[in-house]
């Protein structure tokens, strides 16, 4: 069964760091995209950023929305199945519950509807 599980996210002070993990279980990360995105209370799920299918040994695309871009990055570990979102510089306005989600031989996007697969979230608060 394909699964998906966050974790990582914490209470924060501004200025901050953490790192999220999105591990995968039941099938091997390396050919599915994976997008990261947060909803705040009220909000609509947004993305924050994404990773594309593994191209090279060397690489792969990314993108980031430009409220994160220069904090946060995303990585790969295909050794271990699981995908980073390292966040730096936290915000208030970064608080929010983070998802992951998998699409196999997807594209990089910031949409919700790119992904059909979802984790069930992890909490992030950003406060003093």
């Known amino acids: 069964q394909l699964q998906l599980v966050e974790s990582g996210g914490g209470l924060v002070q501004p200025g901050g760091s953490l790192r999220l993990s999105c591990a995968a279980s039941?099938?091997?990360?390396?050919?599915?995209?994976i997008g990261w995105f947060r909803q705040a209370p009220g909000k609509e799920r947004e993305g924050v950023s994404c990773?594309?299918?593994?191209?090279?040994?060397?690489?792969?695309?990314?993108n980031y929305a430009d409220s994160v871009k220069g904090r946060f990055t995303i990585s790969r570990d295909n050794a271990k199945n699981t995908v980073y979102l390292q966040m730096n510089n936290l915000k208030p306005e970064d608080t929010a519950v983070y998802y992951c989600?998998?699409?196999?031989?997807?594209?990089?996007?910031?949409?919700?509807?790119?992904?059909?697969?979802w984790g069930q979230g992890t909490q992030v608060t950003v406060s003093s």
């Open positions: 989600g998998a699409q196999f031989l997807g594209s990089c996007s910031l949409g919700t509807m790119a992904y059909g697969n």
């Open positions: 039941g099938f091997t990360l390396d050919r599915y995209a």
């Open positions: 990773i594309n299918i593994r191209i090279s040994v060397r690489s792969s695309s990314t």
